[in-house]
């Protein structure tokens, strides 16, 4: 037999809430308003050091010192950097004078550097040219790459180059472009004789019209020597072994094909096709 005891009022769980602390909200508010003034006035004094620091005119720029530079003088390069100098060193905007100092046809690629307390390095590589391009009526240098640096004058007769035909693409639209594939075909051209300086020397022209088969004329011979799109120095060289006695045996040659190894095809000029 089970007896249920009567539950005890007096152990009932109080509903009434603690009633909060006055003030306390105030106190919450003060320490919020207080941290955000003294976060206010450090961001304050970070910004007027940080501007006596920028303005200062130790850290001015005030030297541009240029490295690199061959066709380019010093001036040339100050000038194109503009309003460089006098500017803060620290907030001095860099990429956009980099920018500004490739727009140079003659400048490959540049970097500049922060010296401080006043110095900015500007370290230069210049374009090299490889030849000279025909386009309407004017002659043009151009690099490996098929840019066109500047139109040739009496200011660049110590370069003795040659001339490079074959180079321009006939555009969809708009202003004739290089080709850069026939570019680099000229350019290995160049590159694979360089090392014989005497035979490179007699390179005065060459075609690339043809992609896969590089035309020469060499200084004194008016032959056309076709060698192919590899192997240069080889078959240039085998060609200038045999020339006098060739010369010999056909007085008047149209063009010389060197490009089957052994063998060498000689075309006379008596049998050249008439040409429009």
Known sequence: MSVKAPSEKNFRR??????????????????????????ALGVFAAY????????????????ISVHGNVRLSAGEVQTLAGDLRGTSILTADLPAYRRRLLRSPWVADVALRRVLPSTVEVFVS???PMGLCRMGNQVYLVDRFGVVIDEFGPQY??????????????????????????ADLAARVIDGVASRKDLAQRVSQIDVADLHDAVVLLDGDPALLHLGEDRFLERLQSYVDVATALRDRVP??????????????VRPVAVRHKRP
């Open 14 to 39: 109080a509903r009434a809430r603690p009633a909060k602390r006055k003030g306390a909200r105030g106190w919450i508010a003060w320490r919020v308003a207080r941290t955000i003034v003294c976060a």
């Open 48 to 63: 007027r050091v940080f501007d006596l620091v920028v303005t200062a005119s130790a850290l001015q720029v005030r030297r």
């Open 126 to 128: 210049e374009r090299r």
């Open 157 to 182: 007769a110590e370069f003795d180059l040659p001339i490079i035909d074959g180079l321009v693409r006939p555009p969809s639209s708009g202003e004739p472009a290089l080709d850069e594939r026939r």
């Open 252 to 265: 008047d040659i149209d063009y010389v094909d060197l490009r089957f190894d052994e063998r060498m095809y």
